[in-house]
């Protein structure tokens, strides 16, 4: 379990992003940050994965925590299984070596996450969403029970999306607790069992997905007029976010 306890960061020339937040990521549970950007959202996840010292509070973990970053290019060029394999690192001993079954274990990943053709790629010669899906796979391949992940579907296409988010429903049903970031609300409606909504340093809302994840909450969030509608798909009902683009106001007929 991961678990986040009144923690608050700040930035000196910008003062606090965010104080007093406090959750909990328990196994075989989706939590998933929601907010504008330059809310701290990043920053939030970072201090969560021990990246990054918050200023106050405490993060506290029972056991090792997977990361997956928004994918930013690279400077080294190494190939994309070598990247995977990068996630075995606990596996491997002080002074030892990547394993057969560390390799095994990255190109496994990879094929789940559909990657497998790309191993033999330079990283830097990769697609954003490649890059993107990569990282995802190194995350996998580290066997972590927790996994924290800024913005995993940057750059992807819809189908890729789906996919990451079919993936991660899996791992969440075989007792993965997962901590993620996002600028789709209809990716928490997907995945979420909890929300955090960051408005602001001192508006920051956790709870629920039921109880967070309103019109109301939403359209105060992102400042524009939203509505949630319900469709039917093929394994039952589900929900989509709709936001009136332009005018910012959306026909209530």
């Known amino acids: 379990m991961l678990e986040l306890t009144d923690l608050g960061h700040r930035y000196q020339e910008t003062g606090w992003l965010f104080r007093h937040v406090t959750l909990a990521v328990r196994p075989g549970s989706v939590t998933v940050v929601l907010g504008p950007n330059g809310r701290g959202k990043t920053t939030l996840v970072r201090c969560a994965a021990g990246l990054l010292n918050p200023e106050e509070g405490t993060v506290s973990h029972d056991g090792p925590i997977g990361f997956v970053p928004q994918a930013r290019g690279g400077a080294f060029a190494y190939r994309a299984v070598d990247m995977v394999v990068m996630g075995r690192v606990r596996q491997v001993s002080l002074f030892g070596t990547p394993s057969r079954d560390d390799r095994v274990a990255a190109l496994d ?13 330079q990283f830097p010669t990769l697609s954003g969403g490649e890059q993107q899906l990569v990282l995802v796979a190194r995350a996998i391949a580290s066997e972590s029970p927790v ?4 913005e995993p579907t940057t750059g992807l296409d819809l189908h890729n999306q789906a996919q990451i988010l079919s993936l991660l429903r899996k791992l969440v049903a075989d007792g993965l607790g ?7 609300p209809d990716h928490a409606l997907f995945l979420a069992d909890s929300v955090v909504l960051m408005g602001g340093p001192e508006d920051v809302a956790y709870g629920s997905a039921a109880e967070l994840l309103t019109e109301e909450a939403l359209s105060r969030l992102y400042d524009i007029d ?10 039952g009902e589900r929900q989509a976010v709709v936001t009136g683009y332009g005018s910012g106001e959306l026909d209530r007929r």
Do not use: N, Q, S
């Open 109 to 121: 990943a990879m094929d789940r996450i559909g990657v497998k053709h790309l191993a033999e790629r």
């Open 178 to 184: 997962v901590l993620l970031t996002t600028h789709h």
């Open 147 to 150: 996994l924290v992940l800024d």
């Open 226 to 235: 939203v509505r949630i509608v319900t469709y039917r798909a093929d394994d």
